[in-house]
């Protein structure tokens, strides 16, 4: 019962307070997420990687626009070497 997915799809065993802090770093991701489209900042495909903590170039393979969690991603436009993009929240769908 105490096991969840990694990353790479791979089952770990973990104790309630390896769950428990997970789940608070998500927490965290989420609300820095937030701040950013709150704000309208713009951020580096790597920055982006780090915040949905998968490979860069995975960000920049998935396209132009697409969807992570509660929001849109979207390549806004490029700064030298740099790609930067905008995260949109998408409203909460009533069922």
Not at 29 to 46: F, K, M, P, Q, V
Not at 56 to 67: I, K, L, Q
């Amino acid at each position: 019962m105490n096991e969840l997915l990694n990353n790479n799809g791979e089952e770990q065993n973990l104790t309630r307070d390896e769950r428990v802090k997970q789940l608070k770093n998500m927490i965290d991701t989420l609300h820095i997420a937030e701040d950013i489209s709150r704000n309208g900042y713009l951020i580096t495909s790597s920055e982006l990687a780090d915040l949905m903590d998968i490979n860069a170039s995975a960000v920049t393979s998935r396209g132009e626009e697409w969807s992570w969690r509660n929001w849109i991603v979207s390549r806004v436009r490029r700064e030298g070497n740099q790609i930067l993009w905008q995260l949109e929240r998408v409203e909460k769908v009533n069922e």
